[in-house]
């Protein structure tokens, strides 16, 4: 394999001042990076630069087949993605690039322990017209030069995968003309993960809490608990206890995985009112420190609260025409409120992804799990019903960007509300109403 010099040394420090340009590590990682050189909690870590991916893709020598993605046909594009994919999974990292790479490892868990989690970080993630939540990947609990390595590999690809491309496609983008860059940072083993925006659709700071990595809220798997403050001067306004059956926990020497929660946790609220306001008020210094308001990801452990992602943008809301709600005789059903908006149609049930072929267009779909792989088919639903999911999920802030009125955290909606049955999502409220009956017009 030929060796391809990189220049510029591809790993920074997340305290170098080359780590907050976000042409060279994106988004994701300038953004942790600046907060940290103001101050606030941030783990500890590394950016491996676009440059290394850049590298990589020339010497998987697949940067000529990634550059007709963009124009092919939709089937002649899903077969070059593979192609790239498979490219930069199967190629070794060059020498340079793997030297560099575990000589930061060894120094990061030399002083925080062997698990780190590996986060993707491109340069066209998280812009005002579109976000890629959940579309590329992260790995958390990684350890050792081997694991690592398999990590970055898999990082770069995912922008390759069927959702990404798909995503990517959809907007007018060309994956080809972007890069991934990395984040790798000390793991942080919490014992409650949430988000927060320091300004919802009502001036409110909203924060959203569930047990363990923050894995299990940003992929809907449970229905988080919802805080909504005051913000000046910081008071609470309300809370909303969710139901979290499972967490994500990453035991010492393991990856990544799933564990249930005690009977006496799952409706027990996750912080107090000390740590609630602690939150809050980190999310106003984010918002202070970037100057406009701000989404973030926070964990908290042993040694308090640690910020993992904050994008500084608002939050993004389409406009959409209002639908009128059914007449029914069913009381509506109560969740979270995600995507504000109306939206009317028959119901679509889905209860698993093998169920998805199952979707039309204008349907309202009901589902269990929002996670992110229900991306692929966002194009055709008017709105969506979840059984679990909260406001700062991966799929939440999809259904913002495509303006898709949505109700997460919906006990039981995918037995109580019929097949094909007509339903109006109440996207601002958190209603969600059935029946028989056909629409009022």
Same mark, same amino acid.
């Given at each position: 394999?030929?060796?391809?010099?990189?220049?510029?040394?591809?790993?920074?420090?997340?305290?170098?001042?080359?780590?907050?340009?976000? *042409?060279?590590?994106? !988004?994701?990682? #300038?953004?942790? &990076?600046? @907060?940290? %050189? $103001? =101050?606030?909690?941030?783990?500890? *870590?590394?950016?491996? !630069?676009?440059? #290394?991916?850049? &590298?990589? @893709?020339? %010497? $998987? =020598?697949?940067?000529?087949?990634?550059?007709?993605?963009?124009?092919?046909?939709?089937?002649? &594009?899903?077969?070059?993605?593979?192609?790239?994919?498979?490219?930069?999974?199967?190629?070794?990292?060059?020498?340079?690039?793997?030297?560099?790479?575990?000589?930061?490892?060894?120094?990061?868990?030399?002083?925080?322990?062997?698990?780190?989690?590996?986060?993707?970080?491109?340069?066209?993630?998280?812009?005002?017209?579109?976000?890629?939540?959940?579309?590329?990947?992260?790995?958390?609990?990684?350890?050792?030069?081997?694991?690592?390595?398999?990590?970055?590999?898999?990082?770069?690809?995912?922008?390759?995968?069927?959702?990404?491309?798909?995503?990517?496609?959809?907007?007018?983008?060309?994956?080809?003309?972007?890069?991934?860059?990395?984040?790798?940072?000390?793991?942080?083993?919490?014992?409650?993960?949430?988000?927060?925006?320091?300004?919802?659709?009502?001036?409110?700071?909203?924060?959203?809490?569930?047990?363990?990595?923050?894995?299990?809220?940003?992929?809907?798997?449970?229905?988080?608990?919802?805080?909504?403050?005051?913000?000046?001067?910081?008071?609470?306004?309300?809370?909303?206890?969710?139901?979290?059956?499972?967490?994500?926990?990453?035991?010492?020497?393991?990856?990544?995985?799933?564990?249930?929660?005690?009977?006496?946790?799952?409706?027990?609220?996750?912080?107090?009112?000390?740590?609630?306001?602690?939150?809050?008020?980190?999310?106003?210094?984010?918002?202070?420190?970037?100057?406009?308001?701000?989404?973030?990801?926070?964990?908290?452990?042993?040694?308090?609260?640690?910020?993992?992602?904050?994008?500084?943008?608002?939050?993004?809301?389409?406009?959409?025409?209002?639908?009128?709600?059914?007449?029914?005789?069913?009381?509506?059903?109560?969740?979270?409120?995600?995507?504000?908006?109306?939206?009317?149609?028959?119901?679509?049930?889905?209860?698993?992804?093998?169920?998805?072929?199952?979707?039309?267009?204008?349907?309202?779909?009901?589902?269990?799990?929002?996670?992110?792989?229900?991306?692929?088919?966002?194009?055709?639903?008017?709105?969506?019903?979840?059984?679990?999911?909260?406001?700062?999920?991966?799929?939440?802030?999809?259904?913002?960007?495509?303006?898709?009125?949505?109700?997460?955290?919906?006990?039981?909606?995918?037995?109580?509300?019929?097949?094909?049955?007509?339903?109006?999502?109440?996207?601002?409220?958190?209603?969600?109403?059935?029946?028989?009956?056909?629409?009022?017009?």
């Amino acid at each position: 394999m030929a060796e391809f010099a990189l220049g510029a040394d591809p790993v920074l420090s997340l305290d170098a001042l080359d780590a907050r340009d976000r *042409g060279r590590v994106g !988004s994701k990682a #300038a953004g942790l &990076a600046t @907060l940290l %050189a $103001a =101050g606030l909690p941030v783990p500890d *870590g590394f950016c491996l !630069s676009a440059d #290394a991916y850049r &590298a990589h @893709l020339a %010497a $998987a =020598g697949v940067e000529d087949v990634a550059r007709c993605v963009a124009q092919a046909s939709e089937h002649e &594009a899903r077969h070059l993605s593979r192609r790239v994919r498979l490219g930069l999974l199967e190629t070794p990292l060059d020498t340079q690039t793997a030297e560099r790479l575990y000589r930061a490892y060894d120094r990061l868990v030399s002083a925080h322990g062997p698990r780190v989690a590996v986060r993707s970080s491109a340069l066209h993630e998280g812009s005002v017209s579109a976000s890629y939540a959940g579309q590329l990947e992260t790995l958390l609990g990684v350890v050792g030069p081997d694991d690592l390595a398999i990590a970055v590999r898999a990082c770069w690809a995912s922008l390759w995968s069927a959702r990404a491309a798909q995503y990517s496609r959809e907007r007018g983008d060309d994956p080809s003309g972007t890069a991934v860059a990395l984040l790798v940072q000390r793991l942080i083993t919490a014992r409650v993960a949430g988000g927060g925006v320091s300004v919802d659709d009502n001036g409110q700071i909203a924060l959203t809490a569930a047990w363990g990595l923050g894995a299990a809220l940003a992929q809907g798997e449970v229905i988080p608990d919802r805080y909504a403050l005051r913000r000046e001067p910081l008071a609470l306004e309300s809370v909303e206890v969710g139901y979290k059956e499972r967490r994500m926990v990453c035991p010492g020497g393991t990856g990544a995985r799933w564990q249930s929660v005690e009977p006496e946790s799952v409706s027990a609220l996750c912080l107090s009112e000390e740590e609630m306001f602690a939150i809050a008020r980190l999310v106003l210094n984010v918002e202070h420190c970037l100057g406009s308001p701000v989404e973030v990801e926070w964990a908290l452990d042993t040694d308090g609260i640690h910020l993992l992602q904050v994008q500084a943008r608002p939050t993004i809301i389409a406009p959409r025409r209002a639908a009128r709600q059914v007449r029914s005789s069913h009381p509506p059903l109560q969740g979270q409120p995600v995507a504000r908006g109306w939206a009317a149609g028959p119901a679509c049930v889905a209860r698993s992804e093998n169920e998805l072929d199952l979707v039309k267009l204008g349907d309202i779909l009901v589902t269990r799990v929002p996670g992110p792989s229900l991306s692929l088919i966002l194009g055709q639903v008017a709105g969506i019903v979840a059984e679990l999911g909260g406001s700062t999920s991966h799929l939440a802030a999809l259904a913002r960007e495509r303006g898709i009125p949505a109700v997460f955290g919906v006990r039981q909606a995918t037995r109580q509300i019929p097949p094909s049955s007509r339903v109006s999502v109440d996207g601002t409220s958190g209603l969600v109403y059935f029946s028989e009956a056909t629409l009022v017009e």
